[in-house]
């Protein structure tokens, strides 16, 4: 009892911490997940003295945690959004996956001297972007629809042919010609499970009658499991059929559908701040020295060839301009996914890959450094900063949910178009009114005479029905001014 104890109050202790870490790390313009790696390797052997070495119960959690992290990505994904980037998506998370782990490979092989498998095991290590920081870091820029469709595809589809390569590289069995259709068997197999489940799930919902409105977020968040779980048990990728059918479930008309959302986030929240600060207790200080420059050397071939070039070749079909592949290539975020992909040939014991577990660490510290705190430069560099975005409220109301409708926030930045537009000229949809506007410390209601200014913060209320047209008509004012309209701008992508 009294272990139990110290267990649970240090598990409280390191939660808060972590939570009051957000607030610090959004302030410094930080990634979060340095943080919480920093906050494991405090408490372990470094710090507090925590001894921790357990690479194969590491690889187990790491990869419940990441059937959390995808279900809260596919549940709050909207469909609506990222179908116009679904086949830019598709490639990234396929072609570009093969791509970077044979140029990262290849690289390895000649400037370290690895054999080709360890070489290859490392690009197939290396090669999944990570759906944490992805969604945590781009969710917050002002970029182009279509661009972060594409990276939250990506991030939420390529963990499962990664994941695939990494456990057939660090097998001691030869790699077979049918390695290619048993990719496909996985892929296509955990599609449709996810597809599946995911649609029951969502009938059975609606039909329910659960006595407690709470019941409703834990079934759903069950259904996504069960797909993982369903999807490992055919011999199919289960990561992306929890993905899918968090997907599915997601997009479909849910009873209590905000709090299911927050739930799933509260959870992925909560996944995130466990697996850094795991991953964190699990690092040697003393062993990442030595693991610096082949981190260095992996992190350079991955970010300056093996990613831009991955990039290139899978969105060539698409015609994609060349500022938007730069800002691809330089947003294929890395995380706790390479760190957990890692823990596989560790706990499997093949030769090395205790150095690739170190390597990985140091490689993904410096890349979340380098990356995370650049984008928003770059986008603005590039010309891809869109201005105000809406986005959706998180609301515990479930009247909005009876009635069809949603809250909409929308930021005003410097320098756009609708500071100084009157309401009258923003000509909103039918179905859409602006209820408030926060400005100065203070909110009033407005009237239709009322004048939008920069930093602004104005909710919408609007039906499902014309949300998506609600959206379009404010990023047109933003673009282009109360002329939007006359000027050619639709306030699409």
């Known amino acids: 009892m009294d272990d139990l104890t110290v267990a649970l109050g240090t598990g409280a202790a390191v939660l808060l911490v972590a939570v009051l870490a957000v607030r610090f790390s959004v ?47 596919g549940l709050t994904t909207r469909w609506a959004e990222v179908r116009p980037a679904l086949w830019p998506g598709v490639a990234l998370s396929t072609v570009a996956v093969g791509i970077s782990i044979g140029v990262t490979g290849l690289g390895l092989h000649l400037v370290l001297g690895f054999d080709w498998r360890l070489a290859l095991l490392w690009g197939a290590v290396l090669a999944s972007t990570d759906a944490a920081a992805v969604f945590s870091v781009l969710r917050n820029l002002s970029v182009t629809r279509r661009l972060v469709g594409s990276l939250e595809l990506e991030s939420g589809l390529n963990d499962a042919p990664s994941y695939i390569a990494v456990v057939v590289l660090a097998s001691t069995d030869p790699v077979s010609w049918s390695l290619p259709g048993l990719l496909v068997y996985e892929l296509l197999a955990g599609l449709a ?32 499991v069960l797909a993982f779980a369903c999807g490992q048990g055919a011999h199919a990728s289960g990561l992306l059929a929890a993905y899918v059918a968090g997907l599915v479930l997601g997009n479909s008309k849910l009873p209590h559908r905000a709090d299911t959302v927050s739930f799933a986030e509260g959870l992925g929240w909560l ?44 969105v060539a079909p698409f015609r994609m301009p060349w500022r938007e592949q730069a800002f691809l290539s330089w947003a294929g975020l890395r995380g706790a996914v390479p760190i957990v992909l890692a823990m596989i040939p560790l706990s499997e014991g093949v030769p090395g890959a205790q150095q690739l577990v170190d390597a990985v660490f140091v490689l993904v510290v410096v890349l979340t ?24 409220v998180d609301v515990d109301v479930a009247t909005l949910d009876e009635l069809n ?31 408030l506007v926060a400005r100065g410390g203070g909110a009033f209601t407005p009237v239709p005479t009322t004048r939008l200014q920069e930093h602004d913060q104005v909710l919408v209320v609007t039906t499902q029905d014309a949300r998506a047209a609600t959206e379009k008509r404010i990023r047109a004012v933003d673009r282009a001014g109360r002329f939007a309209k006359w000027r050619g701008e639709t306030g699409a992508g």
């Open 405 to 435: 409708a949603e809250l909409l926030q929308v930021t005003i930045p410097e320098g756009s178009k609708l500071h100084g537009v009157y309401l009258t000229e923003l000509r909103l949809p039918p179905g859409a009114t602006v209820s």
């Open 27 to 73: 302030r410094l313009g930080l990634p979060s997940l340095l943080l919480y790696l920093g906050i494991g390797v405090l408490l372990g052997e470094a710090g507090l003295g925590i001894q921790f070495s357990d690479a194969t119960l590491t690889e187990a959690l790491g990869l419940a945690a990441l059937v959390m992290i995808l279900t809260e990505g």
């Open 193 to 224: 499970i996810g597809v599946g489940l995911g649609w029951l799930g969502a009938q059975a919902l609606r039909r329910a009658a659960l006595p407690a409105t709470g019941l409703y977020p834990l079934a759903t968040v069950a259904v996504c």
């Open 369 to 392: 450094l380098v990356q995370g705190t650049t984008l928003g430069l770059l986008a603005r560099v590039l010309g891809l900063d869109s201005g105000a975005q809406p986005k959706e």
């Open 271 to 314: 996944a995130q701040i466990g697996l850094f600060v795991l991953l964190g207790l699990f690092a040697s200080p003393s062993r990442l020295l030595e693991a610096v420059i082949p981190g260095l050397v992996a992190g350079a071939l991955l970010l300056l060839l093996a990613r831009p070039l991955s990039v290139l070749v899978s």
